[in-house]
């Protein structure tokens, strides 16, 4: 909206011709997301409370995580909604409306709804969505995602191995499912991450800062050739959107340090989620979201081996799982447990921009 209200007015005024350039509207993406979330925040926990969207925690018989988990209750959830409309509103204030910036909403908004039902149910009968269906519903919106990138020739059905210069793969229509397969993975991951105070929001922002670099890159022809990155006309938009995520997770933070006033729910969570996988799919770098996103993945692995452990064997790998609350359950501080992930997120975080050179 400002890059259309303002730009033109570039010869009458040269201070204009900054909405020309992606780092400036970046920056102003940055800001706008985080005021909007830091100033509402306040409010939006009030009405929270009074609508009585506390968080009740289930632990799943985990006696001991229950009784540590048992401050939190009564915990206003929900606050994904604000860190959305935080991301939205500032994507829609700073970008140049294309493409990327519609699918990017679009799938924000439908995870986010699936969220908001499944926090609701929590709330109202302190039971969400059940796993399958739950798993369902995603898969079939990676489905729709993946589709309308086909059908309107949004991104090629391609998928471009780091570490090698020239090794690509044409999926034809099965970048249908590989695109699911990557929305359900991250919405998912980060969902299992979000469990302690700060952990997820504050690996978020990570993630999104790499994703900002990456789609910078390489929507500049020639510093995609030059580091051989595939070149993506109007990925560009998708940096504004990177800065718009970062600043609204900031936001959010301040809040959601430990202790937490307020928890971002299912709909923050899955929308995120959702948000950064479909940035590694449109800049064509989903094997780099697996090393930035190392965290999540590390958290989605543990419940998966868990649950093959006790299927198969009968006995458990970890204590409990998502890992942060194997932590928990051998006698760490949560907040020594976030710090810790925080630095374990940062290496993988830079070593995803290391391989900007290894290629």
Not at 39 to 56: G, N, P, R, V
Request: with cysteine.
């Amino acid at each position: 909206m400002f890059y259309l209200i303002f730009y033109h007015f570039k010869d009458f005024f040269h201070i204009f011709n900054l909405f020309k350039y992606t780092t400036f509207r970046s920056g102003g993406a940055f800001i706008t997301a985080f005021l909007l979330v830091f100033i509402f925040e306040k409010s939006f926990i009030e009405k929270l409370i009074k609508l009585k969207a506390a968080e009740h925690v289930d632990m799943y018989g985990h006696v001991r995580l229950e009784s540590i988990y048992r401050s939190k209750e009564g915990t206003p959830t929900m606050g994904g909604i604000l860190i959305l409309l935080g991301v939205i509103i500032s994507i829609f204030l700073w970008c140049r409306i294309n493409r990327f910036v519609w699918l990017v909403t679009a799938t924000a908004f439908l995870f986010g709804i699936l969220g908001i039902v499944d926090d609701y149910l929590k709330i109202r009968r302190q039971k969400g969505l059940r796993r399958w269906p739950k798993l369902v519903i995603q898969m079939i919106l990676g489905v729709i995602v993946g589709s309308i990138i086909l059908y309107f020739r949004l991104s090629s059905p391609e998928v471009h191995f780091p570490f090698f210069k020239n090794l690509v793969v044409n999926l034809g229509w099965f970048y249908i499912f590989w695109v699911m397969l990557i929305l359900v993975s991250s919405s998912n991951a980060v969902n299992f991450t979000d469990g302690l105070d700060g952990l997820a929001i504050g690996s978020i922002v990570m993630v999104a800062l790499v994703f900002g670099v990456f789609s910078y890159i390489s929507a500049n022809i020639k510093f995609s050739q030059y580091l051989f990155l595939p070149y993506v006309k109007g990925a560009e938009e998708l940096t504004v959107i990177s800065a718009s995520l970062m600043g609204a997770g900031l936001g959010f933070l301040w809040f959601n340090a430990q202790p937490a006033e307020l928890f971002m729910g299912d709909v923050g969570s899955l929308s995120l989620g959702a948000i950064i996988g479909l940035e590694a799919i449109l800049v064509k770098e989903e094997f780099i979201l697996l090393i930035a996103g190392g965290i999540f993945v590390i958290e989605a692995l543990s419940v998966l081996l868990q649950i093959v452990a006790l299927r198969v064997f009968r006995r458990r790998i970890f204590k409990a799982a998502p890992l942060h609350h194997h932590f928990q359950m051998l006698g760490w501080h949560n907040t020594k447990i976030t710090i810790r992930f925080w630095i374990v997120s940062s290496l993988f975080v830079t070593l995803a921009l290391l391989t900007l050179k290894l290629r």
